[in-house]
């Protein structure tokens, strides 16, 4: 069963130096209360893993977290780029950052494979792109059956899968709903989990297109009203756009950005 824990000891118990971390989240329920958490936790040298990562990821490369980027798109939505990813690959600002890129489709069977136990995924994916010729670790294979050429991705295992949802009851079973991603194959996926919600309740009540997270698949939960803001969480908030927009001009300047993350993140009331 999964364990009620507050925001700060949760951090400091499943997300380590080093580590391979997964902060997942499509446009809605993006756990940026957590990623600001790891920032004031000073983690270093992780391996940030992402299907789009956007702001928060920003963030976490800005402040020094991460050394290395699996990914397959970045940058504000509806705004531009990242600018502390930018500077960090063109400049090694604050530190140099690794990069592994592959295509949605690619990351998401990463995933599901992940999820599954299993080695690797297969798909049709990246055909006619020159990522093979960037990334590695993505091979062709022959199907033993009919010898078509196909692509193989390695199966996503990262150690710790961080994520937000709506509820969950105090057994640790998540309940979620709205745009959803991958955030049931990232938590199934990793060695750990932790799981910020906009509360907690003695029952989850049936919603329409929910997602449901058992309590033995969850490692820890932590009650974190408005752990999403600036994305938002349905049914509980809205997006907050403007800041999406005031964040690029935050961003493209260090000494603004240092001082953003110090007021902000680092001086931050923690949630209890």
Request: aromatic share 8%; proline share 6%.
């Amino acid at each position: 069963m999964a364990k009620l824990v507050s925001l700060a000891d949760g951090v400091a118990e499943l997300v380590r130096d080093g580590d391979t971390v997964a902060l997942e989240g499509f446009t809605h329920l993006i756990p940026f209360a957590a990623g600001h958490e790891i920032i004031r936790q000073r983690r270093r040298d992780l391996t940030l893993v992402r299907m789009t990562p956007d702001v928060i990821y920003d963030q976490l490369i800005g402040a020094g977290c991460a050394r290395r980027l699996v990914f397959s798109w970045g940058g504000n939505p509806g705004v531009g780029s990242l600018h502390r990813f930018r500077d960090a690959v063109q400049n090694s600002w604050p530190v140099p950052l690794e990069l592994e890129e592959h295509s949605h489709a690619g990351m998401a069977n990463r995933y599901v494979a992940g999820a599954s136990g299993l080695p690797f995924a297969v798909l049709r994916g990246y055909t006619g792109t020159d990522l093979p010729r960037h990334t590695t670790n993505i091979r062709p294979i022959e199907c033993p059956f009919t010898g078509e050429t196909l692509t193989a991705v390695p199966a996503l295992r990262p150690d710790v899968t961080v994520v937000h949802a709506q509820r969950a009851d105090r057994a640790g079973n998540v309940q979620m709903w709205g745009i959803t991603g991958v955030q049931k194959e990232a938590v199934l996926a990793a060695q750990r989990s932790l799981i910020t919600v906009e509360e907690i309740v003695d029952e989850l009540e049936p919603v329409p297109g929910q997602v449901v997270l058992p309590g033995w698949a969850v490692t820890a939960v932590a009650r974190v009203p408005g752990g999403s803001h600036p994305s938002y969480t349905q049914g509980y908030s809205v997006r907050d756009n403007e800041f999406y927009r005031a964040w690029d001009a935050i961003s493209r300047d260090r000494d603004t950005f240092t001082d953003w993350i110090a007021r902000h993140v680092h001086e931050a009331e923690v949630p209890a």
